[in-house]
């Protein structure tokens, strides 16, 4: 069948520039530059999808990748983008499949928040010279705690829930082996031991030559159960019961069988070329009671020793549904907003279902104090995280910390392209292809994750003393130095904030 | 070693269980047992439990090893994501038994509930089994990714079903095998699998499971498997590899 699909960009190269010298044919696994004939480059912009990869290895900077989206006549409803879904349904009957986050226009509440700092009535403080602390603890914390002298010494009677420390309020988001690649996972766990923070397997099993890093990895146990047995939990800093995730909330997951090769296989248990499901529901999970079995069933199997985290997508009850998860005993929340990435969903689950994490992490924080039980969970926060002042102002609507799936792609080279679900991706990150694979060098990957953490440490650090505070502690849940502008009354209500210009009392 | 349950905690009681097993004790008896949860969850050693009274949810959960006998009834969630050793149940046990197992054994004397051996998995020589002497409810073998299934439908339990099994037998399955003592009807199949005839191959699967069933649970194999068996086996093990537009 012909397609009436149109390429919606175009491949511009510099005939005085290009050399020749096909390393963009070399580098395009979809198949976008070509050699004729008679030996010379050309492109097909059907087949580019504007990952940016030929052109960042262009060694005479020949090539440049354009928008080039089709011309739709007077129709802001009929885009060209509706046209086009309609088009490849029509030639193919199935359901549309992409990759990353939410990319439409919805707000951006972060950019319609800002922050606070001090001026004459209160010192601000140089972090470069002053101790600032943003040192991290996720677990539950106890309602009072009993301090007894012992010899003239104050002694913590209090027993105290297993903890995860972290020099910084940052983890790595899940992101299965099978949906990135080994290089990845290994670059996530190295970038983890030096940040001393941790890396979440997701649910495709812990590769055995990253046992290893298991002080700082959160292992998953999603609804596929692949590779969890005793070994895999004993490994771990912290368990995640994944029941949902931002980009797809409400349904399953599916690992196709084109990528289940001996390694994956190996780690998932399971044989090469089958494809791996994930339910979209745990069925030994049909209620808040059933949760809280699962979690004593691993707190269990590890002997009380672990924190155990649920991570839940961002929904429309998703205040009462975290109450619920505390309350079944879980020591962690995450939530995943609807901007959350993914390596494969349905388009229109991705781009329809949901709700912004900002105004989730507002909705839990407030619901959780209200019901006196903020303690005994600690609330992470996940979903298109872009840059350290979304990170401060997730603490300061009441996060403990922040998970970063794509912007850690990103720092290890990823252009959204989003056809993570095509396992092409040219910059070796979402593929299983070997020779794909090996561009991403895990030494090179593990260093641009450590330096983007630092530089966003560091700036949190800045904008923290900039507050006059000197503690991230003091800044959790602390909703005073957040300032609305271009906001609705009632999503300011939400968020639990006031307008900027509003005083501080 | 006997351990005395009655009014027991489940934590103290399962402190209690590993502690024997870490002090190298080998057989562990548990008595006056009443619904107490976790039972031999993750012990990885190979021990033998045996079990007089009702244990809780999710009995043998993550296990990897040991055998444990159940002299009564069971209850949900036994050998949830188990990955090696036995269990063994004299009785019926509830619903999501097996769930995510990846190795070791399960056999139930009489019925069972909802969603029994549900997503089960198997790898190189990793294949769980589960057989089951009464019948089951619907969703038995749901998404079932690898190991043996038997359903010997046998006037064991203490129901009185009608029926072998539920509906939706087998639906979103894509690997392993199911055997039944007995025919289904075609509609209480998923749309992913088929009902076969058994080969010299299943015969010899169907025998070794079924003697040493019936010798864990005093029943004559012989007369079991005088009875016709069927196999259920998926048409694809891509079920849904054409469901996408690329």
Same mark, same amino acid.
């Given at each position: 069948?012909?397609t009436?699909?149109?390429?919606?960009?175009?491949?511009?190269?510099?005939?005085?520039?290009?050399?020749?010298?096909?390393?963009?044919v070399?580098?395009?696994?979809?198949?976008?530059h070509?050699v004729?004939?008679d030996?010379e480059?050309?492109?097909?912009?059907?087949?580019?999808?504007?990952?940016?990869?030929?052109?960042t290895?262009?060694p005479?900077?020949?090539?440049?990748?354009?928008?080039?989206?089709?011309?739709?006549?007077?129709n802001?409803?009929?885009t060209?983008?509706?046209q086009?879904y309609?088009?490849?349904?029509?030639?193919t009957?199935?359901?549309?499949?992409?990759?990353?986050?939410?990319?439409?226009p919805y707000?951006?509440?972060?950019?319609h928040?800002?922050?606070?700092?001090?001026?004459v009535t209160?010192?601000?403080?140089?972090?470069l010279?002053?101790?600032?602390?943003?040192r991290?603890?996720?677990?539950?914390?106890p309602?009072?705690v009993?301090?007894?002298?012992?010899?003239?010494?104050p002694v913590?009677?209090?027993?105290?829930?297993?903890?995860?420390k972290?020099?910084?309020p940052?983890?790595?988001s899940?992101?299965?082996?099978?949906?990135?690649?080994?290089?990845?996972?290994?670059?996530?766990?190295?970038?983890?031991?030096e940040?001393?923070?941790?890396?979440?397997?997701?649910?495709g099993?812990?590769?055995k030559?990253?046992y290893q890093?298991?002080?700082?990895?959160i292992?998953?146990?999603?609804?596929?159960?692949?590779? @969890?047995h005793s070994?895999?939990?004993?490994a771990? =800093? +912290? *368990?995640?019961i994944k &029941?949902?995730q931002?980009?797809?909330?409400g %349904?399953?997951?599916?690992?196709?069988g084109?990528?289940?090769?001996?390694?994956?296989?190996?780690?998932?248990?399971?044989?090469?070329?089958?494809?791996?499901?994930?339910p979209?529901?745990h069925?030994?999970?049909y209620?808040?009671?059933?949760?809280s079995?699962?979690?004593?069933?691993?707190?269990?199997?590890?002997?009380?020793?672990?924190?155990?985290? @649920?991570?839940i997508s961002?929904?429309?009850?998703? =205040? +009462? *549904?975290?109450?619920? &998860?505390?309350?079944?005993?879980?020591?962690? %929340?995450?939530?995943?907003g609807?901007?959350?990435?993914?390596?494969?969903?349905?388009?229109?689950?991705?781009?329809?279902?949901?709700?912004?994490i900002?105004?989730?992490i507002?909705?839990?924080?407030t619901?959780?104090?209200e019901e006196?039980?903020?303690?005994r969970?600690?609330?992470?926060?996940?979903?298109g995280f872009?840059?350290?002042a979304d990170?401060?102002?997730?603490?300061?609507?009441?996060?403990?910390a922040v998970?970063?799936?794509?912007?850690a792609?990103?720092?290890?080279?990823?252009?959204?392209?989003?056809?993570?679900y095509?396992?092409?991706?040219?910059?070796?990150?979402a593929?299983?292809d070997?020779?794909l694979e090996?561009?991403?060098?895990?030494?090179?990957?593990?260093?641009?994750?450590?330096n983007?953490?630092?530089?966003?440490?560091?700036?949190?650090a800045?904008?923290?003393?900039?507050m006059?505070?000197?503690?991230?502690?003091?800044?959790?849940?602390n909703?005073?130095?957040?300032?609305?502008?271009?906001?609705?009354?009632?999503e300011?209500?939400v968020?639990?904030?006031?307008?900027?210009g509003?005083?501080?009392? | 070693?006997?351990?005395n349950?009655?009014?027991m905690?489940y934590?103290?009681?399962n402190?209690?269980?590993r502690?024997?097993?870490?002090?190298?004790?080998?057989?562990?008896k548990?008595?006056n047992?009443?619904g107490?949860?976790?039972?031999?969850?993750a012990?990885?050693?190979?021990?033998?439990?045996?079990?007089?009274?009702?244990?809780?949810?999710?009995?043998?959960a993550?296990?990897?090893?040991?055998?444990?006998?159940?002299?009564a009834?069971?209850?949900?969630?036994i050998a949830?994501t188990?990955?090696?050793g036995?269990?063994?149940v004299h009785?019926?046990?509830?619903?999501?038994?097996?769930?995510?197992?990846r190795?070791?054994?399960?056999f139930?004397k009489?019925d069972?509930?909802?969603r029994?051996?549900?997503?089960?998995?198997?790898?190189?020589d990793?294949v769980?089994v589960?057989?089951?002497?009464?019948?089951?409810q619907?969703?038995?073998g749901?998404?079932?990714?690898?190991?043996?299934?038997i359903l010997?439908?046998?006037?064991?339990?203490?129901?009185d079903?009608?029926?072998i099994?539920?509906?939706?037998?087998?639906?979103?399955?894509?690997g392993?095998v199911?055997?039944?003592?007995?025919?289904l009807e075609?509609?209480q199949?998923?749309?992913?699998?088929?009902?076969?005839?058994?080969d010299?191959?299943?015969?010899a699967?169907?025998?070794?499971?079924v003697?040493?069933?019936?010798?864990d649970?005093?029943l004559?194999?012989?007369?079991?498997?005088?009875?016709e068996?069927?196999?259920?086996?998926?048409?694809s093990h891509?079920?849904?590899?054409?469901?996408?537009?690329?």
């Open positions: 069948m012909k009436y699909q149109l390429p919606g960009v175009i491949i511009e190269r510099d005939e005085d520039r290009c050399i020749n010298c096909q390393v963009c070399r580098q395009c696994a979809f198949g976008a070509k004729d004939e030996g480059v050309y492109g097909e912009d059907a087949k580019c999808v504007a990952c940016q990869r030929c052109v290895l262009c005479t900077n020949a090539l440049y990748i354009r928008d080039n989206t089709p011309f739709v006549k007077d802001a409803n009929w060209a983008e509706t086009k309609i088009w490849k349904q029509a030639e009957g199935g359901v549309l499949l992409t990759g990353m986050g939410n990319p439409k707000p951006i509440y972060w950019d928040m800002l922050l606070n700092a001090s001026q209160n010192p601000s403080i140089d972090p010279r002053e101790p600032m602390e943003l991290t603890y996720l677990g539950n914390k309602d009072y009993e301090i007894e002298v012992v010899d003239g010494e913590l009677k209090t027993r105290l829930a297993p903890q995860l972290m020099k910084t940052i983890l790595f899940a992101m299965s082996y099978g949906a990135v690649s080994y290089n990845a996972c290994e670059a996530l766990a190295r970038a983890s031991k940040l001393g923070t941790y890396w979440n397997t997701g649910e099993g812990l590769h030559n990253l890093y298991g002080p700082n990895t292992v998953q146990v999603a609804s596929g159960r692949f590779g @969890v070994q895999y939990l004993d771990a =800093a +912290a *368990i995640e &029941i949902g931002g980009a797809k909330p %349904i399953g997951g599916h690992l196709p084109e990528k289940v090769g001996s390694a994956v296989s190996q780690t998932r248990m399971i044989p090469v070329g089958s494809d791996a499901l994930s979209a529901p069925h030994d999970i209620s808040i009671e059933d949760l079995q699962l979690i004593y069933s691993l707190k269990e199997a590890t002997e009380y020793t672990k924190p155990i985290s @649920v991570k961002a929904v429309h009850n998703v =205040a +009462a *549904i975290a109450s619920g &998860i505390a309350r079944a005993g879980a020591d962690i %929340i995450a939530v995943d609807f901007r959350g990435g993914t390596g494969a969903a349905p388009t229109m689950i991705r781009d329809n279902v949901g709700i912004p900002e105004l989730a507002a909705a839990i924080d619901r959780l104090r006196g039980i903020r303690n969970a600690s609330v992470v926060a996940a979903g872009r840059n350290s990170v401060i102002k997730a603490i300061a609507l009441g996060a403990d998970y970063l799936g794509t912007a792609l990103v720092a290890m080279g990823c252009h959204v392209c989003q056809k993570c095509t396992g092409k991706c040219n910059w070796g990150i593929t299983q070997p020779y090996k561009r991403l060098n895990p030494d090179i990957a593990a260093e641009r994750l450590y983007m953490v630092r530089g966003w440490s560091h700036e949190i800045e904008m923290l003393g900039g006059g505070i000197n503690a991230l502690e003091s800044l959790r849940g909703r005073l130095h957040l300032r609305a502008v271009g906001l609705t009354r009632e300011m209500d968020l639990g904030i006031q307008i900027a509003s005083p501080m009392a | 070693m006997i351990i349950a009655k009014g905690y934590r103290n009681l402190e209690k269980v502690e024997a097993v870490d002090s190298g004790e080998i057989d562990i548990l008595v047992v009443n107490q949860r976790y039972i031999a969850d012990i990885d050693t190979p021990v033998n439990i045996t079990i007089e009274g009702v244990p809780g949810n999710n009995l043998g993550f296990m990897s090893g040991p055998v444990v006998v159940v002299t009834n069971g209850q949900d969630h949830n188990m990955n090696d036995k269990i063994i009785g019926d046990a509830g619903d999501v038994l097996g769930y995510g197992m190795g070791g054994k399960l139930i009489g069972v509930g909802y029994v051996g549900i997503h089960m998995k198997e790898y190189h990793k769980p589960i057989v089951v002497g009464g019948t089951a619907d969703f038995f749901e998404y079932m990714a690898g190991g043996t299934l010997l439908g046998l006037d064991t339990g203490s129901y079903n009608d029926r099994a539920g509906n939706y037998l087998a639906t979103g399955m894509h392993g199911i055997y039944i003592r007995g025919r075609d509609y199949l998923g749309k992913e699998v088929s009902q076969l005839e058994l010299g191959d299943d015969r699967v169907v025998e070794k499971y003697t040493e069933f019936a010798d649970m005093g004559n194999a012989e007369e079991i498997l005088a009875e068996f069927i196999k259920i086996k998926p048409v891509r079920p849904y590899g054409n469901l996408y537009a690329y």
